[in-house]
């Protein structure tokens, strides 16, 4: 898993250097849906959970005429998790098709944490890396406002093994809507 964080990370910087004519600087703050899913291998009384909590994120970044990259920190408001955030990365490729709107393609990589407490009130905690995708629709309301709409993968696949029994937390799947500010630094 590492590697292909560290593969996706260089293709991540290559892209991103692509085009630095009339960059802008980026602020997003981001709401949305995260769709969470956890499951054990316990034999006699095995969970599955599937849950949909609310989620809150921040994101910053730039971008070029085709490609934006930001760094994003998300928390979720979770049920039965006591408690579940994530940092990364992402880069996204736009396909602008209008002056008023652009759809994105992209790759996102980083860190998730969670903390869920099961039947048996056994704390699992999850560490591990994700590497995922998104997409969406990014509409342009102003030379200085988007609003987007979105959806985004992380595949986690983390275990956490206690007594003998293996919970498995993947993948994530959110749903999300954003508005981002754009600016120039000169």
């Known amino acids: ?16 250097t ?5 960059v802008k600087s980026l602020v997003g703050l981001e709401v949305g849906f995260g769709q ?13 959970i599937t849950e949909t909590v609310p ?18 920190a998300h928390y979720y408001f ?8 994530a940092y990364g990365v992402s880069l996204q490729y736009l396909f602008n098709f209008s002056k008023k709107a652009n759809f994105f393609l992209g790759l996102n990589t980083g860190f998730l944490d969670a903390e869920y407490k099961d039947k048996n009130s056994v704390t699992r ?13 990014n509409y342009h309301l ?11 993968f992380m595949d986690v696949n983390e275990e956490n093994i206690k007594n003998g029994v293996t919970y498995t937390l993947d993948p994530i ?4 809507a954003s508005v981002i500010i754009k600016y120039d630094l000169d």
Do not use: H, P
């Open 173 to 176: 799947i959110n749903g999300y």
């Open 78 to 85: 979770t049920g039965d998790f006591e408690y579940i955030s």
């Open 36 to 48: 969470v899913n956890i499951k054990s291998d316990e034999i006699q009384q095995a969970e599955d």
């Open 1 to 16: 898993m590492k590697r292909k964080i560290r593969l996706c990370l260089s293709v991540l910087l290559l892209l991103a």
């Open 55 to 72: 989620l809150a994120g921040i994101k910053i970044g730039a971008q070029s005429d085709s490609y934006r990259v930001f760094l994003d």
């Open 18 to 22: 692509e085009s630095m004519a009339d």
């Open 142 to 152: 102003n030379d200085m406002i988007d609003f987007e709409f979105g959806a985004r």
């Open 125 to 137: 905690t999850f560490s591990d890396t994700y590497i995922g995708a998104d997409a969406g629709l």
